[in-house]
């Protein structure tokens, strides 16, 4: 079957991909799960020194995002880039399953409080206010220890227990631009974001958020430069303005 399906995925990277994906140590062997990695491979967008801007409030106004691989998650990292004069609350990263609401979620509360959601439970990291900055968050978590990291422009804000043990749903909606309060939907627009957002990453470890450097874009899951995803509403790709 990984023949035929192959012969399917022309181009390059596509059969790379179908050949090499793995769901951990296992080969992804299901055959929905390979036509999936095959047609990432063959639809993404290079969006390197590309932002999302979304300029204006909206319920409507949102972009999917599309993992590589979608799978259950004990360790994860993100990272991301913005710019907003926002000072009311918003969403940055939104993943939820058709089980769990908030099962991650990136958000601020406002200026310089950042709120970081597993699960569906949160920790608060603060940060002095820079008001009018582009911002470039990390985030990371593990399972095992129930430890949060997060790091703001390079440096970190300390560390935090949450949700010790959990693991994070394979199924997920993954949105920038709004907060879901139900699986891919039912969004409040006084949490919309309002900005502009680029070098989204997303990988399936930890990585040592020192260790990132302000390239930020090689997820293994999200990769901003392999990105594959679903533009609604008002949305605008341009050149960013910012490193």
């Known amino acids: ?8 995925c022309v181009h390059p990277c596509a059969n790379i991909f179908c050949q090499e994906a793995t769901l951990g140590t296992k080969r992804i062997s299901q055959t929905t799960e390979l ?5 990432y491979c063959l639809f993404f967008t290079d969006m390197k020194g590309k932002a999302f ?14 993992p590589k691989v979608r799978k259950s998650l004990q360790t994860f990292t993100l990272c991301l880039k913005a710019f907003t004069d926002l000072t009311r609350p918003y969403s940055l990263f939104s993943y939820n399953t058709k089980t769990k609401d908030n099962e991650i979620l990136l958000f601020v509360q406002k200026m310089g409080e950042y709120m970081f959601y597993v699960g569906n439970s949160g920790v608060t990291f603060k940060a002095p206010p820079n008001p009018y900055a582009p911002i470039h968050v990390c985030v990371n978590w593990e399972s095992a220890s129930g430890i949060a990291e997060l790091w703001l422009d390079g440096k970190p804000l300390g560390r935090k227990g949450l949700k010790k043990g959990y693991t994070v ?6 949105i920038i631009g709004q907060e879901q309060d139900s699986f891919g939907g039912h969004f409040d627009v006084k949490q919309c974001f309002v900005g502009e957002i ?21 997820g293994n899951l999200i990769n901003w430069h392999t990105l594959t995803f679903e533009q609604n509403g008002y949305v605008v790709t341009k050149p960013k303005l910012w490193a």
């Open 35 to 39: 036509i999936e990695c095959c047609l």
């Open 1 to 8: 079957m990984l023949i035929h399906l192959q012969e399917l």
């Open 53 to 66: 801007i979304f300029p204006q409030e909206s319920a409507t106004a949102y972009v999917s995002l599309i």
């Open 169 to 174: 749903g394979a199924e997920a909606k993954i």
């Open 198 to 218: 680029w070098d989204v990453s997303f990988w399936d470890h930890v990585v040592p958020l020192k260790e990132i450097d302000d390239g930020c874009y090689s």
